[in-house]
């Protein structure tokens, strides 16, 4: 079965590769020669990620899915919540940390989760899948060989090393995402 992935973010497209293995061939948006920003205007990740998916089945005619993905940390009131790419600046993930890192600096609770929705769009039904993680917010970087945007501050319940230092393999079995692409997975299976 082919389906695009709306993204060009590698790191996102090697883990759902990962995940959903070679019963499914996943596209990239580079693969469909999509180049266009696609609008991410929702309120909420459900939003995001039907509004991502839509826009390649209306644009391109592709069945797809899309994801929209976002840290929630308690002490700042769910925040950055959907704004998580864009918290300090577009994209910039270090920033991101530094902001979110200071505005944690005087606060006791450092609780916080990780939530993905997955909208997928197949034979014109539009279905939604979600994977959420919790943990606390490090009060400091710790980098390993892998992950990438807040990886390196979130350490998940019941684990000592933040994702970052956790393996592709071992990060997926848990994340956020690894979560709601298990899900999108085993509705595909049963088609």
């Excluded at 009060?139 to 992950?147: N, P, Q």
């Excluded at 090393?161 to 071992?170: D, I, L, P, R, V």
């Amino acid at each position: 079965m082919r389906l695009v992935f709306a993204t060009n973010n590698a790191h996102k497209l090697e883990e759902v590769r990962q995940i959903l293995g070679d019963r499914f061939k996943v596209l990239s948006l580079n693969d469909i020669n999509c180049h266009e920003d696609i609008p991410e205007t929702g309120d909420t990740f459900q939003d995001n990620a039907l509004q991502k998916a839509r826009f390649i089945k209306e644009h391109y005619g592709y069945d797809c899915f899309a994801d929209d993905t976002g840290l929630e940390v308690k002490a700042l009131n769910g925040a950055p919540g959907v704004h998580s790419a864009r918290y300090a600046g577009d994209h910039d993930s270090e920033a991101n940390m530094t902001k979110l890192l200071h505005e944690l600096e005087k606060k006791t609770d450092r609780s916080a989760q990780f939530r993905t929705v997955v909208a997928l769009i197949l034979n014109g039904q539009e279905v939604l899948f979600e994977g959420i993680v919790t943990g606390q917010i490090a009060t400091e970087r710790h980098y390993g060989d892998g992950g990438f945007g807040y990886d390196p501050v979130f350490v998940p319940d019941g684990y000592t090393e933040t994702f970052s230092q956790m393996s592709s393999e071992g990060k997926n079995l848990i994340s956020h995402r690894g979560r709601a692409v298990r899900k999108l997975a085993d509705y595909l299976r049963q088609l």
